[in-house]
C-alpha cells in the first residue's frame, strides 16, 4: 500500500488535462506507440467532439522512483456539472489531484469549483502551470494567482507543456513525493468506493472501484449496500489500457469488477460494496442517489417510429443508469416518452445519442422541472407534476410549489453588479456575500431550479466574461404563484409547447414567446394565427403571414443547381419537424422558451 498513489487531474475546460494525460501514460509506457491515439482517456465520440470527458475512467501506470515500483492510480473526472456527483465520487477516490491551470488563462470557474471539492475531501493538491510553450504564457503573473487562490509557495508550482511533454518528469516525480500513500487495513471488513461504472454489451456492467478497507477476491460474493443486492465476483482486476484480471484487489488500490449485472440502474456510483459473508456496517460517506433535475417529452419525428424509439430508450437506459423514461401522449405529437436528465447538456447528450447511435429523428419538447400540486379536494395530497399537462385545472387548485436551491457563485468583484442583477431576474435572493479575496467574492442565492436549468449558465458566462464558478444544492419544495401558460397554433392548442411559469412572468415571456415562435415556424399558404392563453384567458397574439411568392423563385429560373440547392436546403431543415394539425413546427419551436433573450 505504502507504493500505491491514487490522483486525480482538474482543470477549467481546454486547459489541457486530457493532453496532459496522455504524455504521463506515453512516460511510464502504459501506452506503446502503436496504441497512442488523441486524447486517449475521452473515448466516446461525442467526448472528443464537445471536448468534455463526460464519463470518468481509471487508468493505472507503474513508476520507478529512487528504485523502488510505484502504482499510480489516474482517476479521470468529467468536468460538467451536470455530472458534479460523479465528479466529486471520483475525488473522494483520490488522496491528491493535479491542479492544471493554463498558463495563458490563468484561473478559470471550474478551476476554482473544482479545487473546493478536492480540498473538501482532504486532497493533496499539485499545481501545474501547463501550456508554458504557448507564446502568450504569462508565467509569472498566473503564478501569483495560484499563490494567492492555494496559499502555497512559488516552488511547490510545475510548469508542464502538455504539448512538448516538459515537466512530465517532475509532475510523476512529485505525485509519488507529495501524495500521502492510501491509509486502510487489508484485514479489516471489505469497503470499497463505486466512483463510476461503464456499461459494456458484451460483458454487462464493469464497475470501477477503489477499496477502502479490506480487498475483494476473485469468485467472492460481494453486496452493494444501497440496493442491498448480492451477486458473484466474476472477475476482478487492474485498469491498465485493457482489463488485467487479479486474484484480488487489496485495500488502497483501485480495480474494476464484473458480475454479470446487465443493466446499469444496478450499479450505483457512491455506493459501497460490502462482503456479505463478514459485513462492514459502515458505508463510505455521502452515497446520493442521482435524481434526473429536468423533464422532456421526446417524440418520434414520424409516429410510425414510436416502436423503434421505444426500444433504442430502453438500449439507452442500459447503459446509462441516470436516465429515466415513461411512455407518454400528448395530443399534439401523438405517442412518445416523458424523460428525466441530469441537466441540459445531459438532455442534449441523449438526444444526440438517438440520433447518431440509433438513426432516430426525434423532437424534444419544451423542458421543465418537477412540481409539487395540491388540489382543494384534497390539501394535503402531493400530486408530482413532471409535464406541465399534468397540473390539475387551475379552479380546483389549492397550491403549486416548485423546487428551490441554494446557488453559490463565485466571481471577480468587478461582476459582482451584473451577476447580481441577473440572479433578480431569475427570481434569486441573495442570503450572503462573502470576499474571498479583495478581488473575489462568493455569492449565494436561494433561487428556483427552473430558473437555473435553462439558460442560466450562458447568461452567467456571459455577464461575468466567463469568470464565474456555480455550484448548487437543494434547498426542497416551496409554494410558488404558477400558472400554465398554453399555446395555441391555428386555434389548435399544442400540449408540447406548454410551460409553467411565475404569475409575475407569464404575461412577458407569453408574448415573446409568440414573438419568438412567429420568427421560427416557417411560413405556409395561409395565415397562422399563434397565441398564449392562461386558461381560456389569451394573453398574446401574432400572425405568420401567408407565404406568397414561390421559394424559387428569387433565382430568375436560370441557375438550375442553386435552386436544387436551396431545395435540398429545404429539404434538410424540414427533418426535424413535426406536423400538428397543416402546420409544421420545427424542433427549434420547442426550445424556444428557454431562449427569449
Ligand atoms: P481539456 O479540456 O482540459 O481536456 O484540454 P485538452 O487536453 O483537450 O486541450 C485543449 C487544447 O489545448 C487542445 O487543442 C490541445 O491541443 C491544447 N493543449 C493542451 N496542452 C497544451 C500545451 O501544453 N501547450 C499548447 N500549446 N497547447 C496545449
Ligand atoms: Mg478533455
Known amino acids: 500500500m505504502k507504493n500505491i498513489r491514487n490522483f486525480c487531474i482538474i482543470a477549467h475546460i481546454d486547459h489541457g488535462k486530457s493532453t496532459l494525460a496522455d504524455r504521463l501514460l506515453e512516460f511510464t509506457h502504459t501506452i506503446t506507440d502503436r496504441e497512442k491515439q488523441d486524447q486517449l482517456l475521452d473515448s466516446m465520440d461525442l467526448e472528443r467532439e464537445r471536448g468534455i470527458t463526460i464519463k470518468s475512467h481509471a487508468i493505472q501506470m507503474e513508476y520507478p522512483f529512487n528504485n523502488e515500483n510505484y502504482i499510480l492510480n489516474l482517476i479521470d473526472t468529467p468536468g460538467h456539472v451536470d455530472f458534479s456527483y460523479e465528479v466529486s465520487r471520483s475525488i473522494a477516490a483520490c488522496e491528491g489531484a493535479l491542479l492544471i491551470v493554463d498558463a495563458a488563462q490563468s484561473i478559470q470557474a471550474q478551476t476554482i469549483s473544482n479545487l473546493y471539492l478536492a480540498l473538501e475531501h482532504d486532497l493533496e493538491i499539485i499545481p501545474v502551470l501547463n501550456k508554458i510553450d504557448l507564446p502568450s504564457a504569462n508565467p509569472e503573473e498566473v503564478s501569483d494567482d495560484i499563490v494567492n487562490l492555494l496559499g502555497c509557495d512559488y516552488d511547490d508550482i510545475i510548469h508542464a507543456s ?60 460481494i453486496q452493494f449496500m444501497a440496493t442491498k443486492k448480492q451477486y458473484f465476483a466474476e472477475e476482478v482486476g487492474t485498469l491498465k489500457l485493457k482489463q488485467k484480471p487479479k486474484d484480488s484487489i487489496k485495500a488502497g488500490d483501485v480495480g474494476y469488477l464484473i458480475t454479470g449485472i446487465k443493466t446499469a440502474s444496478e450499479v450505483k456510483v457512491g455506493d459501497t460494496i460490502i462482503d456479505p459473508k463478514n459485513p462492514s456496517e459502515e458505508r463510505i460517506e455521502g452515497f446520493e442517489d442521482v435524481k434526473p433535475m429536468v423533464f422532456a417529452g421526446i417524440y418520434p419525428v414520424d409516429t410510425e417510429d414510436y416502436e423503434e424509439l421505444r426500444s433504442s430508450m430502453e438500449k439507452l437506459q442500459l447503459n446509462d443508469a441516470s436516465l429515466v423514461y415513461s411512455p407518454e401522449s400528448s395530443a399534439a405529437l401523438g405517442f412518445g416518452f416523458r424523460c428525466g436528465f441530469l441537466g441540459m447538456l445531459h438532455l442534449e447528450i441523449i438526444q444526440e445519442r438517438l440520433e447518431r447511435e440509433f438513426d432516430m429523428t426525434v423532437i424534444t419538447t419544451v423542458p421543465n422541472v418537477s412540481y409539487h400540486a395540491y388540489t382543494n379536494k384534497e390539501p394535503d395530497k402531493m400530486i408530482l407534476v413532471n409535464n406541465p399537462s ?120 407569453g408574448k415573446k414567446m409568440c414573438e419568438k415562435l412567429r420568427e421560427l415556424i416557417p411560413r405556409q399558404q395561409f395565415d397562422i394565427p399563434i397565441q398564449a392563453a392562461i386558461g381560456s384567458k389569451i394573453i398574446s397574439r401574432e400572425t405568420i403571414k401567408a407565404l406568397r411568392k414561390d421559394v424559387t423563385a428569387k433565382c430568375y429560373g436560370g441557375d438550375i443547381s442553386r435552386k436544387r440547392k436551396l431545395l435540398e436546403k429545404q429539404k434538410k431543415g424540414k427533418k426535424r419537424m413535426r406536423q400538428v394539425g397543416n402546420v409544421e413546427i420545427p424542433q427549434q419551436a420547442f426550445m424556444a422558451v428557454l431562449k427569449l433573450n
Open 162 to 221: 502538455g504539448k512538448t511533454g516538459f515537466g512530465v518528469d517532475k509532475i510523476l516525480e512529485a505525485i509519488v513525493q507529495r501524495v500521502p500513500a492510501p491509509k486502510g487495513d487489508v484485514n479489516a471488513p471489505l469497503q470499497a468506493l463505486i466512483f463510476d461504472s461503464v456499461y459494456n454489451s458484451y460483458r454487462g456492467v464493469e464497475t470501477y472501484f477503489r477499496v477502502i478497507n479490506g480487498e475483494i477476491k476473485k469468485g467472492q460474493a
Open 390 to 509: 399534468d397540473l390539475p385545472d387551475p379552479s380546483s387548485l389549492n397550491r403549486v410549489e416548485e423546487p428551490f436551491i441554494k446557488a453559490s457563485i463565485i466571481t471577480k468583484s468587478d461582476f459582482i453588479g451584473a451577476v447580481m442583477s441577473l440572479c433578480i431576474e431569475k427570481r434569486g435572493e441573495i442570503t450572503n456575500q462573502n470576499y474571498l479575496t479583495p478581488e473575489r467574492v462568493e455569492l449565494t442565492f436561494d433561487m428556483p431550479l427552473s430558473e437555473i436549468v435553462f439558460d442560466f449558465y450562458d447568461r452567467l458566462k456571459t455577464v461575468s466574461k466567463g469568470y464565474a464558478s456555480f455550484d448548487y444544492h437543494p434547498l426542497g419544495f416551496r409554494a410558488s404563484k404558477l400558472v400554465r401558460v398554453d399555446v395555441l397554433i391555428n386555434s389548435q392548442p399544442v400540449d408540447a409547447l406548454s410551460a409553467l411559469l411565475h404569475a409575475d412572468n407569464a404575461y412577458y415571456i
